[in-house]
């Protein structure tokens, strides 16, 4: 059985402090906010990097501007972990911001967008990977580096087009969103399922001192919306017996932020968002049309497509309403007990010296595209509650974290699976 801490590549990262914080500085201060998400110059970088340690890269593009990149460190072992991580980032405006967004050291923290969302966990897999070639230590199996573009908005110019061409072949893979927050750590786990809708309501039109004589399409557009919510939002979800762990650690993560109600309501129900409504054209007119884009999520192992036809039946039954636009998915999971999630838990208690929850995701991501490729997948990286935010930051200790977690994964892994 291989050894569970791989000490040279450890002992290694640990004199690298600041050279992998001024990797991820580097990394932050290429802009590839999304959109338009450029990542060619990043790419161009990180190439260098991985293929002047002796790794193969491979660069592959359905967008020239949004290439993605992978790289291959070969290990003993006939199995292959990837890492994987995005290198588009969400826009930002410089003028809300304290720091730098484009990277700002200020002792243990580094600012910048995309700090923790996720270059630098792109950069403690970079440095993942040097550990291994100057200390000579080959990784009990292969490591499979992928760096994709186009995840900020869900384009297909990032990890559909690895999976559409084949170009992603891995045994399990470990994304490094960051999970952890407010001190708790976790390991992602699921991810949940989605119904995007679009409802139009159509009326009559009307002056707006005789709101009588017309039929207000707002108000049948809003009447609907609540049906919606009173039909399903307070019907509590029939969960598959095996994602009741998952539900229970969920509840227990989120609890301390949002209370335990919200929290095991936010799992056990369907959450029901009216994201967009527009209608009428003037305040003193009954709006002949209305429009309203609505977002149902839905804990993994809930069957979409039979709440879609009850959503369905629902919209039939209002006047004047009709559904035009439909996208859905399903939710996915990997079992709590499952050789790679017992890896990643493991390794990360172990190193962050505290329990590790095994959640699910709130949304879903690239998790779910892999998962339904056929590759295990679950989403683990240290970092802090400023993803999105202004003045986003990470931390070094973080950064190290992140490194050392990831450099003794692979023997984790290879104990898991023998």
Not at 154 to 180: H, Q
Not at 199 to 222: K, Q, W
Not at 255 to 278: H, S, V
């Amino acid at each position: 059985m291989a050894p569970s801490t791989p000490r040279p590549p450890v002992a290694y990262l640990r004199e690298r402090r600041d050279p992998l914080a001024d990797l991820a500085g580097e990394l932050v201060g290429f802009d590839t906010a999304n959109p338009p998400g450029r990542t060619v110059e990043i790419v161009d970088r990180l190439e260098t990097v991985l293929g002047d340690l002796g790794l193969h890269t491979d660069r592959y593009a359905v967008d020239p501007a949004k290439p993605n990149l992978l790289a291959t460190l070969p290990g003993r072992g006939d199995r292959t972990l990837c890492l994987d991580g995005h290198l588009d980032t969400v826009p930002y405006d410089a003028a809300e911001w304290t720091h730098d967004p484009l990277g700002e050291r200020d002792g243990d923290r580094l600012y910048g967008r995309g700090a923790t969302d996720m270059k630098g966990a792109v950069a403690a897999m970079v440095e993942t990977a040097r550990a291994y070639v100057e200390t000579g230590t080959p990784p009990p199996v292969t490591l499979l580096f992928v760096l994709a573009s186009d995840e900020e908005v869900g384009g297909d110019a990032g990890l559909p087009a690895l999976l559409a061409g084949d170009r992603l072949a891995a045994d399990a893979c470990v994304i490094g969103e960051t999970t952890c927050e407010g001190g708790r750590h976790s390991v992602t786990v699921a991810d949940r399922g989605s119904i995007w809708l679009t409802l139009e309501a159509r009326g009559e039109a009307a002056h707006g001192s005789r709101p009588m004589l017309g039929t207000n399409a707002i108000d049948r557009l809003y009447d609907a919306v609540t049906l919606l919510r009173e039909r399903f939002g307070k019907r509590a979800l029939s969960i598959d017996p095996a994602l009741e762990p998952v539900v229970e650690e969920s509840v227990a993560y989120y609890a301390p932020t949002m209370g335990e109600a919200a929290a095991r309501r936010l799992f056990e129900y369907p959450t029901i968002n009216l994201g967009t409504f527009e209608g009428g054209e003037a305040i003193n007119s009954v709006p002949e049309a209305a429009r309203a884009g609505v977002d149902v999520r839905l804990t993994a192992g809930v069957h979409t497509p039979d709440v879609l036809a009850e959503i369905r039946d629902c919209a039939a039954d209002c006047e004047g309403v009709t559904l035009t636009d439909v996208s859905w998915s399903v939710g996915t999971a990997e079992p709590v007990e499952s050789p790679l999630v017992e890896a990643v838990a493991s390794t990360a208690a172990d190193v962050t010296g505290g329990r590790v929850y095994r959640r699910s995701a709130t949304g879903g991501g690239d998790a779910k595209a892999l998962r339904n490729a056929g590759v295990p997948t679950v989403e683990f990286a240290l970092g802090t509650d400023t993803v999105h935010a202004v003045d986003e930051y990470t931390t070094v200790d973080a950064l190290l974290g992140n490194a050392t977690v990831y450099a003794r994964l692979p023997y984790a892994y290879a104990e898991a699976v023998d």
